[in-house]
């Protein structure tokens, strides 16, 4: 996917302004970044003690 998604965001999208190339590169990075760090993002998000909009509590479980 990440290889298709590159194509098409060089050829069509962003084609002729220059900034296809470093879009593509943020959007990819920061996938995977997501990815790899996604259990300290649940566990941030955990922490900051959001209640929940139906219930109100605020002892969430990932």
């Not at 302004?17 to 996604?38: D, E, N, Q, R």
């Not at 566990?43 to 969430?60: E, G, M, Q, S, T």
Request: hydrophobic letters at 50%.
């Amino acid at each position: 996917m990440p290889i298709g998604g590159f194509g098409a965001w060089v050829t069509y999208l962003f084609a002729g302004t220059g900034f296809a190339l470093p879009i593509v590169i943020a959007i990819i990075s920061g996938g995977t970044a997501m990815l790899v760090f996604k259990d300290e993002i649940v566990r941030w998000l955990i922490n900051r003690r959001y209640k929940c909009p139906k219930c109100r509590a605020i002892d969430w479980e990932a």
